[in-house]
């Protein structure tokens, strides 16, 4: 393969935290590449749109969005032959991926499909995680604290022993889970501190307590981190 693939973060939603080499490759890619739910719902690409070339081939994938793994890992099967095709005819390849790609990015599953039988570079992004932490001008931690990263799909059976063993903890991909996660943070003692940041650092932005919420309300493309520890932090 002539041609190199980049996996990009683009961070969480503000086009100033791409980086500077994100943006220098960008300038150069012969082919842009993003998942889409449709052609017209692409977030990575309008993070993205300022620094993407006029005579970029644009090349949106569509990943099903379904609880079951096969649809889209039969999409990402699709985007990984076109891509290889493009890289076997000179072209480089960004790859857009909201937030870093490999926290939880879909850069993962183009790489282990692909890394190996082409050149791929990974340039990093800006979490949600940090991003939120930025925001609500808050440490994740402190010292020698421990925090953990949940997904909030995880049964409760899972998550209750992993909050109970430490003082800080960051919820991802809350959605339709919200209701469950404030219960179960108030049973581990980790909802009074608690804050829910929603679209971190775009114009759509907002700060909440997460007990501020009522029943019923359910803030998506949101991060909960919360805190309950004794750590000093000034």
């Known amino acids: 393969m002539s041609g190199t693939l980049h996996l990009i973060g683009v961070g969480p939603g503000d086009p100033d935290l791409l980086t500077i ?3 220098r490759i960008l300038r150069t890619a012969h082919v842009v590449a993003y998942p889409a739910t449709s052609e017209e719902s692409a977030f990575a690409r309008e993070i993205a749109a300022d620094y ?4 970029a081939i644009l090349m949106p994938v569509t990943i099903p969005m379904a609880i079951e793994r096969s649809p889209a890992q039969t999409a990402y099967d699709g985007a990984a032959a076109l891509i290889l095709d493009h890289l076997a005819r000179d072209r480089n390849v ?8 490999l926290f939880y990015g879909s850069a993962m599953y183009l790489l282990s499909r692909l890394n190996g039988a082409a ?4 340039v990093p992004g800006v979490t949600s995680l940090t991003a939120s932490a930025a925001a609500i001008a808050r440490p994740l931690a402190a010292r020698n604290e421990i925090l953990k990263v949940l997904p909030a799909p995880l049964p409760d059976e899972t998550l209750r022993p992993e909050l109970l063993a430490t003082p800080a903890a960051a919820i991802i991909k809350v959605g339709r889970h919200f209701d469950r996660i404030r219960d179960l943070l108030r049973e581990t003692g980790h909802a009074p501190n608690a804050i829910v940041v929603e679209h971190a650092t775009t114009i759509r932005q907002r700060i909440t307590p997460l007990l501020s919420f009522g029943y019923g309300e359910r803030p998506y493309f949101s991060t909960i981190l919360c805190y309950r520890g004794d750590e000093a932090w000034g």
């Open 94 to 101: 960004a790859w857009l991926c909201e937030g870093d790609p």
């Open 119 to 122: 050149r791929v570079e990974i």
């Open 52 to 55: 993407i070339e006029p005579d």
């Open 21 to 23: 080499r994100a943006v």
